[in-house]
C-alpha cells in the first residue's frame, strides 16, 4: 500500500487531524488494516518535508494542542499525478507467495499427516469466512449511506478475493479428502 498517496487522498477530502486519517481509513477499509501511529506520523512529517501537506497547531482550551494537516498545492499535483499514472499492478510476480504464510507452508504440507493438513485449512476457511463477514458488514453500510462506489468496489474486490480464497481451500480439503494417503519417505543423511 502506499502510504503516503492515501493520506493525500484523505486530504483531498478536508483538512484534518492525524487521528482522523488513520480513522477513516480503519472504517472505510478494515480496523485490521495494520496502520498504527509509528507509521502514520512519520509519513505525515514525510509529506510535510515534501512540501505536500502543512501542519496547522490548532490550540485549544481544555485539551492539548492538535495539529491539523491540510494539503498544499503541490501536495494535490503529486497526488493526481499519482492517480492518474498508469503502471504495473504488480511488481514481482511472486509477491503473492512471499506475503501468504500459508502458501509457502503448503509447498511443504507432504511432509505432515493429511488429517493435519486439513484441519489447518478448514481452520483457515473459518478465517476467511470472517473476513467476508466482515467486509459484508462494510459493504452494506457504503450501500445504505451511498458512500463513493469506486470505494464500495474496493470494498467488493476484497470479498471476491475471500471467495477465491475460500473456493480454493475447500478444493483442496475435498482433494486431499478424495486422495489415497501416501507416505512420504525423507531421506536421513548419516
Not at 501536495?75 to 501468504?100: H, I, K, M, Q, V
Request: aromatic share 10%; proline share 4%; with cysteine.
Amino acid at each position: 500500500m502506499s502510504l503516503d498517496y492515501t493520506i493525500l487522498g484523505v486530504l483531498m477530502e478536508q483538512p484534518t487531524h492525524g487521528y482522523s486519517i488513520k480513522k477513516h481509513l480503519l472504517e472505510t477499509f478494515s480496523k485490521k488494516l495494520g496502520i498504527n501511529d509509528g507509521q502514520l506520523y512519520p509519513a505525515l512529517a514525510k509529506l510535510e518535508q515534501r512540501g505536500w501537506i502543512i501542519k496547522e497547531i490548532v490550540e485549544q482550551q481544555r485539551s492539548p494542542t492538535k495539529h491539523r494537516y491540510r494539503l498544499t498545492s503541490a501536495g494535490e499535483s503529486a497526488f493526481l499525478e499519482w492517480l492518474s499514472a498508469g503502471g504495473p499492478l504488480a511488481t514481482d510476480r511472486y509477491e503473492y507467495f512471499w506475503r501468504e504464510e500459508l502458501l509457502q507452508k503448503c509447498s511443504f504440507f507432504r511432509y505432515l499427516r493429511p488429517e493435519d493438513v486439513v484441519a489447518q485449512l478448514r481452520a483457515r476457511i473459518l478465517e476467511v469466512d470472517q473476513k467476508m463477514d466482515e467486509l459484508q458488514k462494510v459493504l452494506d453500510r457504503m450501500l445504505a449511506n451511498h458512500e463513493d462506489p469506486y470505494r464500495r468496489h474496493v470494498v467488493e474486490y476484497g470479498i471476491r478475493f475471500q471467495e477465491m480464497q475460500r473456493d480454493w481451500l475447500q478444493g483442496l480439503v475435498l482433494e486431499l479428502a478424495n486422495a489415497e494417503a501416501t507416505p512420504v519417505s525423507v531421506a536421513v543423511e548419516a
